[in-house]
């Protein structure tokens, strides 16, 4: 049985959000980022890992993209175009999106006070509201890839849910009804309601 290591309210989401897509059964540690539990699997202390038998893997989404294609489900086939366009959009929402929340959350409460810059966060708030906007526009149908719920769907849910809880702007309807929908389905409230 796979084991998730880290909070519920941290990248840790993702993944356990990904197994309940996928049907999987799972072991939960929740516990804080830099904690003594989380460097027992990750020696720097950065969450989510995935215990997989003898395998402790790093990375919410290289986790994802593990188990969609150990699983083969929630992602295009390996070698083909569809998977090409589906990796670029996953590496642009963790450019565009998580790399804008993250720097604001350094910003806020991980650096020390004395490295803090919060004037930083009026350009990145910005930046993400472009980004938002992007996706928006590129979205065209119920999922993101198209007709059938992908990584990117689950990774772009979860960042809009930071943006929300960090107090940037809410993004436009079209992107929020969706988002919604997204947080509606079955597996998203299964691994949103664990302890931790």
Not at 156 to 182: E, P, Y
Request: aromatic fraction near 8%; glycine fraction near 6%; hydrophobic fraction near 45%.
């Amino acid at each position: 049985m796979y084991k998730v290591i880290g909070a519920t309210k941290t990248r840790a989401m993702r993944v356990m959000w990904m197994l309940e897509e996928l049907g999987q059964p799972y072991d939960h540690l929740p516990c804080a980022p830099r904690s003594n539990e989380a460097k027992q699997y990750n020696p720097s202390g950065k969450i989510p890992a995935l215990v997989d038998g003898d395998d402790v893997l790093t990375d919410s989404v290289a986790i994802m993209q593990y188990l969609a294609d150990k699983h083969g489900a929630l992602t295009a086939p390996p070698g083909t175009a569809a998977r090409a366009h589906q990796d670029a959009l996953t590496f642009w929402l963790i450019d565009e999106m998580d790399a804008i929340l993250w720097a604001a959350a350094k910003h806020s409460f991980v650096f020390p006070q004395e490295q803090r810059v919060p004037e930083i966060k009026d350009s990145l708030k910005a930046e993400f509201a472009r980004s938002a906007a992007i996706l928006s526009d590129r979205l065209d149908g119920p999922f993101l890839m198209g007709e059938e719920v992908t990584i990117p769907d689950l990774l772009a849910t979860h960042c809009i849910n930071w943006s929300i809880g960090a107090g940037f702007a809410r993004v436009d309807d079209k992107l929020g009804n969706w988002a919604k929908s997204m947080r509606d389905r079955p597996a998203f409230k299964a691994a949103a309601t664990r302890e931790g």
